[in-house]
């Protein structure tokens, strides 16, 4: 197969974790004989230095071109000024909204080898398989803002056509899986939640087969970290969805082991770990590639339609979490490009022992 894939590395380890996905996808290609192109834009802070703009028209462009986009992060102190008139993450905002990926899938699973790493006792991540459902192009982060010298507002908008499309989504998602959908809201204080929950309830006579549940932020922040493996498909607005699922990246091990794709009803989907540019480590050759990579996996299957090299690149993960080496963010001392190389040994063993799941090309 060929395919067309537009890379915006950003800023911080943006960079770093981009090209260690883009090592594996060319890899990838070569067992698998697809084409893979690779068009490398600027997007966020090192976007704003070398243009003035967060997303250049010709980034945009590139990407609604694109079979797919595999995206590191943005941001970082140098344009984090509260006064700047132009900021990264509008960058990459914008980018969400003009490719219209309303459904931000970001799966939980946690590592047997990396359970020692979670805040939980291993009896309680048994069987732990979440996959959240995050709204992302409404809410707070998209609506009207207000700033006088003593007043700041972010307006929080839903419309009926938001939750029906990202609710709809969740439940086909959950029918596929243990048919069983929870959704987050603050329903007893903000009016968006109201309209949430009731279209949510409503959405859900097409689904009889899913049991839904509702579940209120705050406590739902709380049952995640007690009982997490009571959870199947969590469906949830932007925000909410924004830090329950850095808070789900705790019981992993790690921020640095999660992936994430984007999705809407056009072709092109957006996948990014979901991490930010972490400033703390860029630039030492330490971030942990692995969200970044599991998000070429999930590139490969919903984009491509490439479910069995998905899969070789999960199964290269799995393989590696499981002997090593370990970046530092998993209690290891191996640096990025060491994660990088055995992913690549593991895969070279995955695909020479299973040809017959090689595709037609
Ligand atoms: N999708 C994106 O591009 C996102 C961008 N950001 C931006 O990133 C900047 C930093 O934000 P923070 O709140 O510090 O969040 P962050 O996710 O960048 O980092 C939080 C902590 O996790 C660690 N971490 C993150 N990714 C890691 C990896 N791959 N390997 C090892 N450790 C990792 C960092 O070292 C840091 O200690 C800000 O400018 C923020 O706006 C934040 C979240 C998402
Ligand atoms: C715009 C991003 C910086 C928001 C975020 O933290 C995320 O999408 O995970
Ligand atoms: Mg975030």
Known sequence: MKARIVTLPGDGVGPEVTAAAVAVLQALAGHYGHEFSFDEQLIGGCAIDATG?????????????????????????????????????????????????????????????????????NERLQGVDVLFVRELTGGAYFGAKTRTDDTATDECKYTVAEVERVARRAFALARGRRKQLTSVDKANVLETSRLWRST?????????????EHQLVDSMAML?????????????????????????????????????????????????????SAPDIAGKGVANPVGTILSAALLLRHSLQLEAEAVAIEAAIDRVLNDGPHSRDIGGQAGTQDVLDAVLQALDGYASAAPSLRSAG
Request: aromatic fraction near 4%.
């Open 53 to 121: 703009e967060p997303l250049p028209a010709a980034t945009l462009a590139a990407c609604q071109q694109a079979d797919a986009v595999l995206l590191g992060a943005v941001g970082g102190p140098k344009w984090s000024d509260p006064n700047a008139p132009v900021r990264p993450e509008q960058g990459l905002l914008g980018l969400r909204a003009a490719l219209g990926v309303y459904a931000n899938l970001r799966p939980l699973q946690v590592h047997p080898a990396l359970a020692d790493l979670s805040p939980l006792k």
């Open 200 to 212: 949510v309830q409503r959405i859900a006579t097409e689904f009889p087969d899913v049991k839904v």
């Open 224 to 276: 995640l970290l007690s009982q997490p493996s009571r959870y199947d498909v969590v469906v949830t607005e932007n925000l909410f969805g924004d830090i329950l699922t850095d808070e789900a990246a705790a019981l992993a091990g790690s921020l640095g082991l999660l992936p994430s794709a984007s999705l809407g009803e056009s072709r092109v989907g957006l996948y990014e770990p979901i991490h930010g």
